[in-house]
């Protein structure tokens, strides 16, 4: 019990085991006693999936476990299935018969607390959805769970209980026949984006975002924009801190029709609002492949005008789309995209500072060659360590001066040469009239050789290249000294 102990009671060896166990396995180890539950419940909630239905943050006793337990998710995914419970039929007056028209406005009070017992909610005077008729109108004909997507402060209080969020995401599933008309999952998108972006107690360290089987339409009520419903002034902070975007978005056509290509702008404007992303995926889904989501400005489709741009070209020409622009983009993924070699070229001369990466699978080039392509990356190779002059490619080359000595006797050919009386002579004085503080040829060549080796130094610094000259000089005034000082020493007459 003991070797037990000492073993949970160590970080590494504990984790390393929850790691390895399943999620049945982490839930029962977690009932086990109370010293098993904090560390087993850090595994067990750190991905978390939720699907939205009536209950899902308006039932107190969810809302209790998920404040015990939200600091531990680190990985939420959010499912927000088409079916036929979310579709919503038209609003029709009982009276009359008449379709009436219902425009939806949030409303997402601020709670304001005096203390943790005591919470003000929004006021009981004000109706819900704009007038008292309408809300009497939704309460009889719509689902419980729309009003459920449309209770903004339940989403707000759910994304307060999460502190540790890291990543979200969203998965808008189902049948593609209810995908385009009017359904819960577009007010329930809604209110995930206010609940986002007002959360206070949200963590600032929600740096991914995932957007799987996300549906054109979805997009809208997903973005950020000033004229976006429920929008703060500093709601767009919150999204601007997503570090990693992937996106699944199914494929329709969308050449020829006006309506998509507004579909396509709508996309345009979402990505705008992630130019601070250092990863981003992007996937079309289904058979039929798609625009590249990042070269919609020089999309045909796009850029065809249509007949209300042709009546006004002069507010089309004011009002038309911008280049994408992510400038810490370090990984780019793209799959089942049908574009140009000069949309891929363009984005990729624009990036070439800061793109390390770049996956395409499934993407075909409706014009051009990949040699096009890729032409930026070519170029950029070719030009390393060249210089172009006269719009030739020229090697640049450095050259230096290198301090240059001999020896003007060979101590093994004056040793043979000369007679040995005075070899015996030349000898002592050597060893009378040098001294360990006098300077020797060698040391003098070592310095010299160690002043040349800052000619590899940054030569911008000009303190650096004063300093190296300056040594230098001085390296070679005393190897003149010390070569005057050889000869006297080896001649035949005894100078002081």
Not at 37 to 64: D, Y
Not at 140 to 146: D, E, G, S, T, V
Not at 391 to 407: A, C, I, R
Not at 412 to 417: E, F, I, V
Request: proline content about 6%.
């Amino acid at each position: 019990m003991t070797s037990f102990a000492s073993f949970w009671q160590t970080d590494l060896t504990r984790d390393a085991l929850l790691d390895l166990l399943d999620k049945p396995d982490l839930a029962n180890l977690r009932l086990v006693c109370r010293a098993f539950s904090p560390p087993a419940a850090r595994f067990l909630f750190r991905e978390t999936e939720i699907s939205f239905q009536s209950g899902t943050f308006t039932k107190p006793s969810r809302m209790a476990a998920l404040e015990r337990v939200g600091a531990n998710i680190k990985t939420l995914a959010f499912r927000l299935s088409h079916n036929a419970e979310t579709f919503l039929p038209p609003l029709v007056d009982p009276e009359t018969g008449e379709e009436q028209v219902f425009v939806y406005t949030p409303q997402h009070h601020q709670q304001q607390h005096h203390n943790h017992s005591h919470r003000v909610s929004s006021p009981t005077n004000e109706a819900k959805y704009g007038s008292w008729e309408m809300t009497d109108l939704l309460v009889k004909q719509y689902p419980p769970l729309f009003h459920a997507a449309t209770n903004v402060p339940s989403f707000v209080r759910a994304f307060n209980c999460m502190t540790g969020l890291r990543h979200l995401k969203i998965v808008c599933d189902g049948q593609p026949a209810h995908r385009y008309r009017r359904s819960v999952v577009d007010y329930a998108l809604i209110s995930l984006r206010i609940a986002v972006e007002q959360a206070p107690q949200l963590s600032d360290r929600l740096e991914s975002l995932s957007l799987l089987q996300i549906h054109p339409g979805g997009i809208m009520h997903l973005r950020p924009t000033v004229m976006g419903m429920g929008v703060s002034p500093n709601g767009r902070k919150r999204w601007a801190r997503i570090r990693k975007l992937a996106i699944q978005m199914e494929s329709f056509p969308y050449e020829g029709d006006e309506a998509t290509t507004d579909q396509l702008k709508i996309l345009h404007s979402y990505l705008q609002s992630f130019s601070n992303v250092h990863s981003f995926a992007f996937r079309w889904t289904g058979e039929q492949k798609g625009p590249c989501p990042l070269s919609l400005v020089t999309e045909p489709a796009v850029c065809q005008p249509s007949v209300s741009q042709n009546a006004c070209p002069k507010t089309y020409a004011r009002n038309g789309l911008r280049a994408l622009k992510f400038t810490h983009l370090r990984y780019l993924g793209l799959e089942n995209v049908l574009l140009d070699a000069f949309q891929v070229s363009d984005f990729i001369a624009e990036h070439k500072d800061t793109l390390d990466e770049f996956d395409f699978e499934h993407v075909a080039l409706r014009s051009g060659t990949w040699d096009d392509a890729f032409a930026p990356l070519q170029k950029a190779q070719g030009d390393g360590g060249m210089k172009k002059e006269g719009g030739k490619e020229k090697h640049q080359t450095e050259s230096m001066e290198v301090p240059f000595m001999l020896d003007p006797l060979d101590q093994t050919t004056s040793s043979s040469s000369s007679p040995p009386k005075k070899r015996q002579k030349k000898k002592k004085t050597k060893k009378r009239k040098r001294k360990a503080n006098q300077p020797d040829i060698n040391n003098s060549l070592f310095a010299s050789t160690a002043a040349l080796l800052w000619e590899d130094q940054e030569q911008s610094n000009p303190k650096l290249r004063a300093l190296r000259e300056g040594v230098s000089q001085l390296a070679r005034s005393r190897a003149r000294t010390d070569h005057m000082k050889k000869t006297l020493w080896t001649s035949m007459f005894c100078w002081r």
